[in-house]
């Protein structure tokens, strides 16, 4: 994994978006992931005994491990990212799933695609260092 040229985090600090020199990621920014795995190894039915213990466990991994995932396309996969009105819009040449555009964050009591959750200056900013980078790659 390259290191980051540029990493945008949504409005109340759900997601991350990291643009590096070869590819695009989606991540549950770190302080997200501190508060849920904080949560949960402070709770009492991890440390149950038996199978419940070892059932909450389990699902405790699961979930680790799910929330800790990554969307991550590689740089020739994405055509373009727009910016619209602060809302990041990608044009892919190679689309798989999941992709940005199926994650939604709760931003103020309600579901917002994480595509439309970072400041417009931000948004802005990748968009252009996205395309900066893509000439670049194209040579």
């Not at 070869?22 to 992931?33: F, H, I, N, P, Q």
């Not at 213990?53 to 996969?77: H, M, Q, W």
Request: aromatic share 6%; glycine share 4%.
């Amino acid at each position: 994994m390259s290191n980051p040229i540029l990493t945008i985090t949504s409005l109340e600090n759900a997601v991350e978006l990291i643009l590096t020199e070869d590819t695009v990621r989606m991540k549950l920014s770190d302080a997200v992931l501190k508060e849920a795995r904080d949560e949960m190894a402070n709770d009492q039915d991890i440390q149950s005994p038996g199978l419940a213990g070892k059932f909450v466990r389990a699902i405790t991994g699961a979930v680790n491990k799910l929330i800790s995932s990554t969307i991550e396309y590689p740089l020739y996969d994405i055509a373009s990212v727009e910016d619209r009105a602060g809302r990041l819009v990608f044009t892919y040449l190679r689309r798989q799933r999941p992709s940005f555009e199926t994650i939604s964050i709760v931003e103020n009591g309600r579901n917002v695609p994480a595509l439309a959750s970072f400041a417009p200056a931000d948004a802005a900013r990748f968009a252009t260092e996205f395309a900066a980078l893509k000439a670049k790659a194209r040579g």
